[in-house]
């Protein structure tokens, strides 16, 4: 929801659910009736009345302001609940010469194991708003790059989000990517480098120095694993490394790996959990029923094979440090500064409404009642 304040100020409120709570505003002026009700009532007492001189009574006014105070107050409170942010614009320099594109596997493997919690594909998102938001936050990479995300599990999608230098855009769609995005079953490696190619197809490098960066984060597909298909892998990988394009593919294996004593690496099959929307366990995933549950392991020398083939490197999602220094430094060895350009963000205002309100509920609640009584007895001492 935006709201257009004096002086050209945009605020955008994050949370507008929270405006129901406006309706409890209403009851400030409730009690206030029930105050003026009650008030008539006692004064029609004749005892009441023989008891007036000399008494102090809250003014209407000062009923009236009360609630104006409190209702103004409390409307500032919800406010800040509905997460307001203002808008700003600052200048950003943006970059050329490399663009990096997530191939993003997306298969119901990432989604039902869960050797890593909630689940691989929760850990797999994660690296990727990390290389993002070290884009916008990192003093010496800061700036606008170009981004894309290629969803891939036994087929892929390459154009789900095509390059672009909105890291807002690009997050929005990395947030709708989930089991259900691919339909065809399975995690193939092919597929996802397939649409790669086929992305690079479409939107060429813009010219001959750029350098395109591929970012494979997967567990592997061990169970999809055939000769075959490790063949047109390699040959994918041979037609992205010819050509105009200057190709890098970095690979990150998502699941949980066992160091044993001789520093061999191992990965256990996990069973795939299924749990409804509120996240119980409803059941282990099977081809079939009555058959025993369906198991998925990371498979890190497929992964290794097409950094190799791919003239990257292979990180286990673990190596959060080590993955963003060599994102930072890939970065930096390859961009080309194009110039400033003017980029509109939002950044938190919930103090604007904050303070006020706890000032206004200072008021209120009486802490300034000895403002009153100092003017009761000034008023006093003069007569």
Known sequence: MLWNAPFGIEIIFKNPSAFWFLFLVPFFWVLACFWFWARGKALRDPWIKMHLDGSFLPGVFRVITRSL?????????????????????SNMPEYGGIRITFLFDSSLSMKRAEDLKPNRLV???????????????????KGRYKFSVIPFAGGAIP?????TASAGEFLSALEEVDERTVAVPG????????????????????????????????????????AEE????????????????????????????????NNERVSEPVELIIRDDAGNFIDFYREKPNESPYKSRLDEKILMDVASLGRGRYYHFSSEKEMAANFKET?????????????SGFEPARTWFLFPAFALFYFVFGYHEWIFRMRRRTHKNLN
Not at 69 to 89: D, F, G, H, Q, Y
Not at 126 to 136: G, N, Q, T, V
Not at 197 to 216: G, I, N, Q
Not at 331 to 343: C, P, T, Y
């Open 331 to 343: 970065v930096l060895k390859h961009r080309k500064f194009k110039g400033n350009i003017a980029v």
């Open 187 to 226: 995690t193939s490696l092919y597929a996802a480098l397939a649409a790669y190619e086929e992305l690079l197809f479409r939107y060429p490098a813009p010219d001959a120095e750029t350098v395109d960066v591929a970012v494979l984060i997967s567990d592997g597909g061990k169970e999809e694993q055939k």
């Open 230 to 261: 490790v063949n047109l892998v390699r040959r994918i990988m041979d037609i992205l490394g010819k050509g105009k394009n200057k190709v890098i593919v970095n690979t990150v294996g998502v699941g949980k790996v066992l160091i044993k004593g």
């Open 159 to 163: 154009f789900f989000m095509p390059f």
């Open 123 to 141: 850990a797999a998102k994660k690296i990727i708003a990390d290389f993002i938001k070290l884009s916008l936050r990192d003093p010496e990479l």
């Open 69 to 89: 105070i409190a209702s103004l107050a409390l409307t500032l409170i919800i406010l800040v609940l509905a997460k307001p942010e203002k808008k700003v614009i």
